[in-house]
């Protein structure tokens, strides 16, 4: 494995695991991925709320990684 590889794979746990920390375990089916040069966030929340705050934890965790596409889909 390279080196880039594991440094991606920690930022990639740290980015759930801030987002869990941040959402307070509300989002469910929680999936994070690298996609074309952008962060992807799938996965389901009960409120609006919850999906912004994932989307920050998002932000705060991976500044280096690139643009965000938050595919949290809010269930009310």
């Not at 869990?20 to 709320?49: N, S």
């Amino acid at each position: 494995m390279s080196l880039s590889m594991e440094l991606d794979d920690l930022v990639m746990a740290d980015v759930v695991h801030r987002i869990e920390e941040y959402a307070h375990g509300r989002i469910r089916d929680l999936k994070v991925r690298h996609d074309r040069g952008q962060l992807v966030l799938e996965g389901t929340a009960r409120c609006f709320h919850d999906k912004l705050r994932a989307q920050e934890a998002a932000f705060s965790a991976a500044r280096c990684i690139g643009p965000i596409a938050n595919r949290i889909e809010v269930t009310c």
